[in-house]
RNA sequence: GCGGGUGUGGUGGAAUGGCAGACACAACAGACUUAAAAUCUGUCGGGGUUUCCCCGUGCCGGUUCGAGUCCGGCUACCCGCACCA
């Protein structure tokens, strides 16, 4: 009977040509609204979407066009972290210049976003890569240069061979590179750093702030990452020299039982403590082995702990004893003091150390026991070897001693934290230029901001080892000093592309008169970000810096707010049998594809339904055939009912039974789907709430009032649209409705409908449900109990058995407890 | 080792402490069809003496009239951190 099929590809296009030619989707800014920012990561432009894409963008476009339809002012823009190696590497191989392969990326990708029927905003578009951009990206690197948060130093570095370039220790996964998964080796190396440590404590404690709005687990990770630890630093004498030792120790509390110090191989110390010592030789020997080991054997606690005596003596603090000093493979050079104080009786792995070189180990916290310790007893306790602390509890010992150093000025209480400062500098080219030049006479000095952006120049050499493709355009490395005007290098590293996207988002909302990277006022106006849609894969790394970027902002001026995602919502992979995919694997399934079957639609739909956002999604064909299914089922179940669709003056008349139960499962639905988008971001269940009112009214009953069954109609395909909005305003455009589905109100459920006369009450002997009776709503607690004992099934099973207890939950059930 | 998360039919998944398995997928049966596809209808956790009853949400225990849900312990898997003193 259907003349008029579903053909998805000229459905969609027809209204996506419509929505661009009427710019549906531009951002209003409507005073009397509330505004909301929805925004998914952008993505880089790698060439095509494949399916996580799909997925993060389908979870972000139903919120943002739900929040549209319910009232609000809504920013919903796209954008692309468009530097990175990628282009770089493949110019390399194939002679593309990064410029034109990563243009041509996003101009395909955008297409492809374009037909998924996504609400961007597309007059806010950018691209980390163009100079507009990456003129305020350097901008910015300045502002941190100018408040003595980007500094220059000498450092042991992480660097990838694979990528020849360094890493921050963020981008160093289990020793091995983020991106290609080589492994990395240090390198001391000059680099550029951004000093993160500075905001570590406002990183952690404005954790609390997201609590709610973040995954729980993300905020675990971050603190982890952040890692504070509260103790103190000690001050040791060096037997015969002048000089001095400090360490960080969180158990103060075991100063008595330090029987060595310890320093890590690369502190500068141990090279003045074995000068003119015999065995210097073989020191240096042992520090060059440890050097060469790798990150992931160096830091791993299956390392064998292997050190060796310097030759020198360390004074203990507070009995004067002397202490052998040691340098061994356990002690990282940065962290805390890069220097530890052994204390084998309550610490593993001094214990493990001290067994293996024989050092003594004394007990200064009672374990409880008199045998000879077998393991550290790092439990608590009373002080025992530790002269007028003796009896005392170790917790109240441990800020006792710290208050005597104090008083001897030998110490004090201190925190430490395992946050590393942020390594930016990149030795490649498709970046942003670091902004700095290095005179002779001046030192290191900023290009003037009138002369930014420093642009990339078009012609470099890329291929050449260890060297910066920058470093091969002469033209672009020598310079005047803007400060004494004679010759000078510039910079030739670019940026860590984790900068680009860390303020990307405050771009979007305006780009302001040009004096800086953005609008204030617009962005005071439209961030924290309210929901915010992305991989669990950037829970620290971009994250991170985003914050902490936001908090310097805020610092500046700039911001008047102090952490830029409200919420954070992070979707989770999208697998096929189990695994990512990925194209080594093979078990890729393209977008495209998809979208040419079964239209747009359905892919959003199928998406959004098969699980629940933050949890992995098996992708199945079957899924999305039954998607499709569903849409047909939606696209019949509009067009079989055209005539009374356009009737608009036809009343709904809900008094019959069917009606009353069709309008019923109508404001069910409002409520349900409201509910899971507005507030439980649950799209799933959103999904099958439509499916079950769609289900509703193929079982209405033939006779029955047609406006309530219009009613509910109108109302599933509004309720729809936001999932899948090509197929619904084409079938609000077939219903004769004018209006613009997008724009459209959405609808408010009416409490009186879901209000049943008759209530099914479930009754319970001892928690097994018995019976089931019907009673009117208005029935009392007393009516419900007495006529549910009474009903003959609950006394046939009463027989012979007393009743204790009855329970009754209004509108719900019925319990009898019997003995 | 530490921290976090997850365990529910053949599958994806639903269930403010109140009828476990909504909604789908798959499977099976039926209707329509010459036939198929599409569509529609029905069955669909296990077992039994089958109008009814018993068992069942990783395992053991607890709280409660009532536990998938809360508490304690265990176990398996996943993720993060991992010699951070």
């Keep these: ?37 929805c925004l998914e990561q952008f993505p880089y432009p790698s060439g095509r979407l494949h399916m996580g894409h799909v997925r993060v963008y389908s979870i972000g476009d139903v919120v943002a066009r739900f929040k549209k339809m319910h009232g609000h002012n809504v920013l919903h823009p796209m954008g692309w972290d468009a530097f990175g190696m990628p282009a770089e590497n493949f110019a390399i191989q194939h002679g593309v210049h990064p410029n034109v392969s990563t243009h041509d990326n996003i101009a395909f990708m955008r297409n492809q ?21 990456y003129k305020w990206t350097q901008w910015i690197f ?9 500094y220059k130093k000498k450092a042991a570095v992480n660097w990838c061979p694979e990528c020849s370039t360094v890493l921050a220790n963020e981008q160093v ?35 609390e702030q997201l609590q709610g709005g973040w995954p729980e687990r993300v905020i675990t990770m971050q603190r982890n990452w952040i890692g504070k630890s509260t103790g103190a630093e000690i001050t040791y004498g060096i037997h015969g020299r002048d000089e001095t030792l400090t360490v960080f120790t969180t158990r103060p509390d075991t100063l008595y039982g330090v029987s060595y110090v310890v320093l890590a191989p690369e502190n500068e110390l141990v090279q003045k403590l074995i000068e003119g010592y015999a065995g210097a030789a073989e020191v240096q020997a042992f520090i060059d082995s440890v050097r060469k080991a790798s990150e992931i054997e160096r830091t791993s606690t299956d390392t064998e702990k292997v050190g060796i005596f310097t030759g020198s003596y360390a004074v203990h603090p507070l009995t004067g004893e002397k202490l052998p000093i040691w340098i061994a493979n356990y002690v990282l050079p940065d962290y805390g003091t890069g220097c530890v104080m052994g204390v084998p009786a309550h610490d593993e792995r001094d214990f493990e150390f001290a067994t293996k070189y024989q050092l003594p180990i004394v007990p200064v916290i009672d374990p409880g026991h008199q045998d000879a310790l077998t393991e550290a007893f790092t439990g608590e306790g009373r002080l025992i070897n530790s002269a007028e602390f003796n009896g005392m509890a170790n917790t109240e010992a441990l800020t006792k001693i710290v208050e005597v150093l104090e008083q001897k000025g030998i110490g004090k209480a201190t925190t430490s934290f395992r946050l590393r400062d942020w390594l930016i500098s990149r030795q490649r080219y498709w970046g942003a230029p670091i902004p700095m030049i290095n005179c002779p006479s001046c030192g290191t000095v900023p290009v003037p901001k009138d002369q930014l952006p420093v642009l990339l120049p078009e012609h470099v050499d890329f291929g050449v080892k260890g060297k910066s493709p920058l470093e091969t355009n002469d033209e672009f490395v020598h310079t005047t000093c803007p400060s004494c005007g004679g010759a000078a290098r510039r910079e030739t590293d670019t940026m860590d592309t984790f900068i680009d996207s860390s303020w990307y988002y405050l771009r979007y909302t305006g780009k302001g008169d040009g004096t800086q990277p953005f609008d204030t006022e617009a962005a005071n106006n439209w961030l924290p970000v309210d929901k915010y849609v992305g991989g669990i894969e950037h ?3 971009h994250l991170l810096y985003s914050r902490f970027f936001t908090k310097v902002l805020h610092d500046a001026g700039l911001v008047n707010y102090t952490e830029p995602f409200e919420s954070l919502l992070t979707q989770g992979m999208v697998v096929l049998n189990g695994a990512k995919m990925s194209k080594s694997k093979g078990n890729v399934v393209s977008p495209e594809d998809i979208i040419n079957k079964y239209g747009a639609d359905t892919a959003r739909v199928f998406i959004l339904f098969a699980a629940p956002p933050d949890r992995d999604l098996e992708w199945s064909d079957q899924g999305v055939e039954g998607a499709h299914r569903f849409l047909n089922r939606v696209w019949r179940m509009v067009e079989n009912h055209i005539p009374i669709l356009r009737k608009n003056n036809l009343k709904a008349d809900a008094s019959g039974d069917a009606a009353k139960k069709l309008r019923m499962a109508t404001h069910a639905a409002i409520k349900k789907v409201t509910e899971d988008i ?16 769609v289900n509703a009214i193929y079982a209405y009953p033939e006779g029955a009032d047609a406006g309530t069954k219009a009613e509910a109609i109108r109302t599933a395909v509004i309720l729809l649209h936001p999932a899948a909005p090509h197929i619904t305003s084409e079938l609000w455009e077939m219903m004769g409705e004018t209006s613009k589905l997008y724009a459209l109100e959405w609808p408010v459920y009416d409490e009186s409908a879901l209000a049943m006369d008759e209530v099914e009450y479930v009754v319970q002997i001892n928690g097994k449900v018995r019976e089931r ?35 009754v939950v209004p509108g719900k059930l019925v319990n009898v407890v019997v003995g």
């Design 773 to 807: 009776l019907v009673f009117p709503k208005e029935a009392t607690k007393e009516e419900v109990e007495s006529q549910a004992i009474a009903s003959e099934k609950v006394q046939a099973l009463l027989e012979g058995k007393s009743i204790k207890k009855v329970i």
């Design 1 to 37: 009977m259907s003349e008029h099929r579903y053909v998805p590809s000229e459905v969609e296009a027809k209204w996506q040509e419509k929505w661009e030619a009427s710019n549906a989707h531009d951002t209003t800014h409507d005073p009397n609204k509330p505004f909301y920012y």
């Design 539 to 541: 829970a620290i790394l």
């Design 113 to 133: 976003q374009k037909q998924l029927g996504l609400s961007y905003d597309w007059s806010r578009e950018l691209a980390t890569c163009d100079p507009d951009y």
């Design 173 to 207: 996964i289990d020793g091995e590179c983020w991106r290609c998964d080589s492994e990395v080796v240090k390198k001391d190396l000059e680099q550029w750093f951004f000093k993160i440590t500075d905001y570590a404590d406002r990183l952690l404690t404005d954790l």
């Design 142 to 150: 300045q502002l941190f240069y100018e408040r003595g948060l980007a």
């Design 678 to 693: 507005g507030t439980r971001y649950q799209f799933n269940t959103a999904i099958s709430a439509i499916m079950e009112l």
